[in-house]
């Protein structure tokens, strides 16, 4: 039994209100604090002086609006876009047309620099292209549409953490050191102390590399808590230079036991989705206008929105590998579209032909199941035709695959036996193999690109302006 000290409660309500936070201005917009003296902290956005009053505007990175302060003349003569400041006054109902209050004072020493910037800074009140803000990467999150996405990625992960709470998955927390090739395409950044790097004594004492995928230590934790998620890094040493790939990303990971069919899996996965895109489109915790009102351009608005109006109504499409290489073969021998990469069984489909069935064909978010075995990990569960593993990937238009899932083989013959058939080494999955002869149950799960789901939902060409520090080939800025 905890026993408090006299006097215990009153020492701490008194230590919670001296060492409180500030508002923010994101709790100021919320709830005003009217007719009571305000201090708010933030940068100046832009600044406005006039003979007998000026405006300035201050943000403090917690909402898409910008506060506006007016203030004496003299208090803002010094002040420039970037310096950071502490504004003391009092909030009022505004009588300008783009804010619904303001920060007023009359007060000499109401405005109070904290930092001041170099003449040479970079970031004005002006649109500055993505391609100049990515040469500034220790800056450029200030930008008005860059920190609204960073404010979205935080609402989206807590979104898929509610989503799984409510579903009764536990988080859990795998390596990101491993001695093991997840998804065997070797594509791995090898690891090393830089001490021992030119000598036979290994740290680990062996080969051991940066995960591509936690799904094998996932399916460990399974087995114990039927239901478990992950969201963390992952790495693949691609040197792909393009707007979709990068070498460091996040993935979500999840894996489910007492599960018997691909589509429990696909069902999932739209559900969960569709819990993100609901809070987007109802505006909960005012995050569908955070991203609304951070873009100048509203052809990417008009866009972004129909793209919540697609994920959300109806039942998205469902088919084969075997009827999606039949459609588009189809289609192609008809002359209605012409491919670089011509359709065929046994071939992946590039991201055109996902594109396509996507934006053209279907105009929905799409299903594929049953994807030839010989182009799919070893892990998967065959399908009675032996030819193709049941597995889904969900393809969505105008950017293809954001997740890939599948049933996990349970039974230890069938996986040793696809094993040997690709003459694959066993010494560094033992561990693995052998959940398959301790109480093995049917299971499955999926991998989700993080940043790429970002990127469709947020209406963002570029993978790069998704995620705070981009890595890719050649590219390790700051």
Not at 13 to 22: G, M, T
Not at 448 to 453: K, T
């Amino acid at each position: 039994m905890l026993i408090k000290p006299p006097g215990f409660v009153f020492q701490f309500k008194r230590l919670q209100s001296s060492y409180a936070l500030s508002k923010c201005i994101n709790e100021i917009f919320k709830d005003p604090p009217f007719k009571s003296q305000t201090t708010v902290n933030g940068w100046v956005k832009g600044v406005r002086v006039q003979k007998r009053i000026a405006f300035i505007d201050i943000s403090d990175g917690t909402s898409f609006q910008n506060l506006m302060c007016v203030v004496p003349p003299d208090q803002a003569k010094e002040l420039r876009t970037g310096v950071s400041v502490q504004v003391t006054g009092e909030i009022k109902e505004s009588n300008g047309k783009s804010q619904s209050i303001e920060l007023k004072t009359t007060d000499p020493d109401s405005v109070k620099v904290l930092g001041p910037v170099l003449d040479s800074y970079p970031l004005q009140k002006k649109f500055h292209s993505p391609q100049f803000l990515r040469t500034i990467p220790h800056l450029r999150w200030k930008t008005q549409f860059l920190s609204s996405i960073l404010r979205f990625r935080s609402h989206v992960e807590m979104k898929l953490m509610e989503f799984f709470t409510q579903e009764q998955f536990t988080r859990t927390h795998p390596p990101l050191i491993t001695s093991s090739d997840c998804e065997g395409a070797g594509e791995l950044f090898k690891i090393e102390s830089a001490s021992r790097a030119d000598i036979e004594n290994k740290f680990f004492g062996k080969d051991s590399y940066l995960t591509v995928s936690t799904q094998l230590h996932l399916e460990v934790l399974c087995m114990a808590l039927s239901r478990v998620w992950t969201l963390t890094p992952c790495f693949r040493a691609e040197e792909s230079d393009t707007h979709r790939h990068l070498s460091e990303f996040w993935m979500l990971e999840a894996e489910i036991a007492f599960i018997s069919d691909v589509r429990q899996l696909t069902t999932f996965c739209e559900r969960m989705i569709k819990h993100v895109v609901n809070s987007l489109h109802q505006d909960l915790e005012g995050q569908g206008s955070n991203l609304i009102n951070s873009r100048r351009d509203q052809e990417f608005v008009h866009k972004m929105i129909e793209r919540w109006d697609q994920l959300l109504n109806g039942k998205w499409k469902t088919i084969t590998y075997t009827e999606a290489i039949d459609i588009l073969s189809a289609e192609s021998s008809k002359g209605n579209i012409s491919f670089q990469f011509k359709p065929a069984w046994g071939e992946p489909l590039q991201s055109e032909h996902e594109k396509w069935l996507t934006g053209e064909y279907f105009k929905s978010p799409v299903f594929v199941l049953n994807y030839p075995k010989e182009s799919k990990p070893f892990y998967m569960t065959r399908n009675p035709d032996g030819k193709t593993v049941a597995c889904f990937d969900l393809l969505v238009p105008d950017v293809g695959e954001i997740i890939g899932g599948s049933m996990r083989e349970h039974n230890i013959d069938l996986l040793l036996d696809e094993i040997k058939q690709r003459n694959m080494k066993t010494d560094d999955i033992e561990w693995y193999l052998s959940l398959r002869s301790s109480g093995s149950v049917s299971h499955g799960g999926f991998g989700m690109g993080f940043e790429r789901l970002l990127c469709y939902l947020g209406c963002v060409e570029n993978i790069r302006d998704v995620i705070p520090f981009p890595r890719s080939s050649r590219d390790c800025v700051c």
